[in-house]
C-alpha cells in the first residue's frame, strides 16, 4: 500500500492550492481517507476526513468553510482543495486511508483520529505567507 501526497507549495495569504492524493495496492470502494497537518513543534492534527463513499465528508473547525475534500475512487485519488489560506495553515500535510467501519460507506465516524489510519503517504509542505 502506498500513498503519494502532491501539490502543496508556497502561497500568499488568501490564496489557494489543491493537495492530492494518489493511493495504490488496494481498492478504494472500501477505505475512508483523512487529511492531516504537522506545523513545527506541534502535534499531527486532522484536519479532514471523507468515507468511502464520498457521502460524508468531516472537517474540523479551523477549516470549515475553507477547504473541500472530495475524492475520484475509479482515479485512485483523494483530494483537498484549500482555500482563502492563512499563515496558520503554514505546515506538512499528510494523507492516510484506512479500511471503513462502515460497510455502506456513507459513514466514517472517528475519522480525524490519527490512530484510525494505518497508512500514511509522506508529509507535502504547504507554506503561507502573510
Known amino acids: 500500500v502506498q500513498l503519494q501526497a502532491s501539490g502543496g507549495g508556497l502561497v500568499q495569504a488568501g490564496g489557494s492550492l489543491r493537495l492530492s492524493c494518489v493511493i495504490s495496492g488496494f481498492t478504494l470502494d472500501y477505505v475512508d481517507i483523512g487529511w492531516f497537518r504537522q506545523a513545527p513543534g506541534k502535534a499531527r492534527e486532522g484536519i479532514s476526513c471523507?468515507?468511502?463513499?464520498?457521502?460524508?465528508?468531516y472537517y474540523t473547525d479551523f477549516v470549515k468553510g475553507r477547504f473541500t475534500i472530495s475524492r475520484d475512487n475509479a482515479k485512485n485519488t483523494a483530494y483537498l482543495q484549500m482555500d482563502t489560506l492563512k499563515p496558520d495553515d503554514t505546515a506538512d500535510y499528510y494523507c492516510?486511508?484506512?479500511?471503513?467501519?462502515?460497510?455502506?460507506?456513507?459513514?466514517?465516524?472517528?475519522?480525524?483520529?490519527?490512530?484510525?489510519?494505518?497508512?500514511w503517504g509522506q508529509g507535502t509542505q504547504v507554506t503561507v505567507s502573510s
Open positions: 492516510a486511508a484506512a479500511w471503513t467501519r462502515d460497510p455502506s460507506g456513507r459513514t466514517a465516524v472517528g475519522c480525524l483520529a490519527t490512530d484510525r489510519y494505518p497508512y
Open positions: 471523507i468515507s468511502s463513499s464520498g457521502y460524508s465528508k
